[in-house]
């Protein structure tokens, strides 16, 4: 890496990365399966710091109850030309308490997939991080999935 291009990261606070985590509502959960790691998409919001998300029993349930996770989300500003990752770490909780469970519920937290996800989860963060950074092909971060260049990469 050039000079130049490690000047051209930027590293994010606490509170822009709190803000990028709530304009977006699915980011990929890291998490540790069987002594190697494997990512999720899981819909989620931002509650009092921490991060909610449904899962119904399964692999991220099980892993997020043993291990710290991550989750990480990313995304590209067209009027600036900069793309931007956050990564928040922690560990997750099952959330038990009926009031606790009542007011996650009504953050309107809606998978995607369909079937039970009945238990909510909220990962209390250790940390989270962000960086900001200028594309080097902003154009490829504005093309539709359907455009003919993503053919490129089937």
Known sequence: M???SADAIER???????E???QTTVGRLAVIVEDHPDIFPVNYVVDHG???FRTGIGTKFWSTMRDPCALEIDGFDAGSG?????VARGRAHLIVDLEEK??????????WQPGSKSHYLR?????????????TRPDIWNTPVWDARSELFH
């Open 50 to 52: 921490s991060i909610v």
């Open 123 to 135: 990962l209390a963060l250790d940390a989270v991080t962000g960086r900001r950074f200028k594309a």
């Open 20 to 22: 990028l985590l709530g």
């Open 102 to 111: 009542a007011a996650a519920d009504a953050l309107h937290l809606d998978p």
């Open 2 to 4: 050039n000079p130049q």
């Open 82 to 86: 900069k793309a931007w990752s956050v």
């Open 12 to 18: 994010l606070n606490p509170d822009e990365c709190f």
